[in-house]
């Protein structure tokens, strides 16, 4: 993506398209580049637009899923990790609404400790990065209720 430096917002819908993918070999294939992928988007195009930014994060909550259920914890753990650049290159809202609720339930219920920490690391850089106080409060108050 690199490489192609102001194209690749083309390949926008081809990276939701294989986020959304159900293959797990191509999923665990694309995990290790998602945020490289992502902030390279974010560079070369604002997503301030709504609706590809909401797209851009189902995509990424449909592949979280997916590998929670695949039973291979190492792939889970590194997409949580990798989902930390979310808050840097979505809108704030999109990024909290989308991932707080799935970040929180993971830190929680998660049963490999890897995963855990993961998600509990992504879910401070989150709270790090929204940027309504109303928001961050909610969040801090739901981290400390459990």
């Given at each position: ?48 637009d ?24 190492r ?35 998660a ?36």
């Open positions: 993506m690199k490489l192609l430096g102001s194209k690749c917002v083309q390949l926008r819908a081809q990276l939701i398209a294989l986020l959304n993918d159900t293959n797990f070999d191509v999923l665990q294939a694309i995990v290790p580049n998602i945020s490289d992928a992502l902030e390279q988007i974010a560079r070369t195009e604002t997503l301030v709504d609706v590809a930014s909401q797209q851009l994060a189902r995509a990424l909550v449909s592949c979280e899923r997916i590998l929670h259920q695949s039973h291979n914890w792939a889970h753990a590194a997409v949580l990790a990798q989902l930390e650049c979310a808050p840097r290159v979505l809108p704030a809202d999109i990024a909290h609404n989308t991932l707080s609720g799935i970040l929180l339930e993971r830190v929680q219920n049963r490999p400790l890897p995963c855990r920490l993961a998600a509990a690391r992504t879910l401070l850089v989150l709270l790090r990065h929204t940027a309504r106080a109303d928001q961050r409060t909610q969040l801090r108050d739901r981290i400390i209720s459990g």
